[in-house]
T-cell receptor
Framework: GENVEQHPSTLSVQEGDSAVIKCTYS??????FPWYKQELGKRPQLIID?????GEKKDQRIAVTLNKTAKHFSLHITETQPEDSAVYFC????????????FGAGTRLAVHP | DAGVIQSPRHEVTEMGQEVTLRCKPI?????LFWYRQTMMRGLELLIY????????DSGMPEDRFSAKMPNASFSTLKIQPSEPRDSAVYFC???????????FGPGTRLTVT
C-alpha cells in the first residue's frame, strides 16, 4: 500500500551543525517528492522538492537527495539556525494519478543557540 | 494572488452541532485537498477533488463527514453531528494537476466541547 516512513521523529542540534532527515516510500512509481516546513501554529509550506529524473537538488543551505533504487530520499540542512526550528514533512506523490501526496509523520527539529 | 483562503479561522462549537468549513482555492488550480492535523494522527488526507469531482474520499473518517465542491472556486467540509474527537486543525490545499506543489491554506482550528 501507500506509505512513507520518516526518521527521526525528533532531532536536536546545535546552531551551525547539520541536520539530516530521511524518508522511505513504498510506491516505486512515485515521481515527485516535496518537503514541507511547518512552524508552530502555521500552515505547511514547501521548502524544496525533487522529481524522479534528478538525483540531487540544492537551494542555499538546503539539499535533497533521491535514491530511486532504494526508494529513499533525504533532506539535508547545513549551518542550521534557530529559525530552522520547525516540523518537517516529507511526501511522495502517489502514482495512481492526480496529485495525491502521501506524507510522512514529520520530524520536529530543534536548533539550539 | 491571495493564496488559498479558509474560513472560519477558528470555530468553537458544542457536541452535536453542525460545522461547515469553507475553502477558496488558488485561481487556476484544478485539484483541491482537505487535510486534518492532530498531534496523535499527524497530517491526514480526508478527500480530494479534481476539476470539482471527488476522486478519493477514503480518508473521510465516517458518515458524519461530507465534502462538496460546487464550482472551481469553492469547497466545503461539513461535520454533522460534531463530536469532541473531531477537534483538530483542518487544512485545505490546492494545486495544478500533476507533480506540482500543493499550496496550503491557513487552516481552521476546530474545537468541539
Amino acid at each position: 500500500g501507500e506509505n512513507v516512513e520518516q526518521h527521526p521523529s525528533t532531532l536536536s542540534v546545535q546552531e551551525g551543525d547539520s541536520a539530516v532527515i530521511k524518508c522511505t516510500y513504498s510506491d516505486s512509481a512515485s515521481n515527485y517528492f516535496p518537503w514541507y516546513k511547518q512552524e508552530l501554529g502555521k500552515r505547511p509550506q514547501l521548502i524544496i522538492d525533487i522529481r524522479s529524473n534528478v538525483g540531487e537538488k540544492k537551494d542555499q543551505r538546503i539539499a535533497v537527495t533521491l535514491n530511486k533504487t532504494a526508494k529513499h530520499f533525504s533532506l539535508h540542512i547545513t549551518e542550521t539556525q534557530p529559525e530552522d526550528s520547525a516540523v518537517y514533512f516529507c511526501a511522495a506523490r502517489f502514482s495512481g494519478g492526480y496529485n495525491k501526496l502521501i506524507f510522512g509523520a514529520g520530524t520536529r527539529l530543534a536548533v539550539h543557540p | 494572488d491571495a493564496g488559498v483562503i479558509q474560513s472560519p479561522r477558528h470555530e468553537v462549537t458544542e457536541m452535536g452541532q453542525e460545522v461547515t468549513l469553507r475553502c477558496k482555492p488558488i485561481s487556476g488550480h484544478n485539484s483541491l485537498f482537505w487535510y486534518r492535523q492532530t498531534m496523535m494522527r499527524g497530517l491526514e488526507l480526508l478527500i480530494y477533488f479534481n476539476n470539482n469531482v471527488p476522486i478519493d474520499d477514503s480518508g473521510m473518517p465516517e458518515d458524519r463527514f461530507s465534502a462538496k465542491m460546487p464550482n472551481a472556486s469553492f469547497s466545503t467540509l461539513k461535520i454533522q453531528p460534531s463530536e469532541p474527537r473531531d477537534s483538530a486543525v483542518y487544512f485545505c490545499a490546492s494545486s495544478l494537476e500533476g507533480p506540482y506543489e500543493q499550496y496550503f491554506g491557513p487552516g481552521t482550528r476546530l474545537t468541539v466541547t
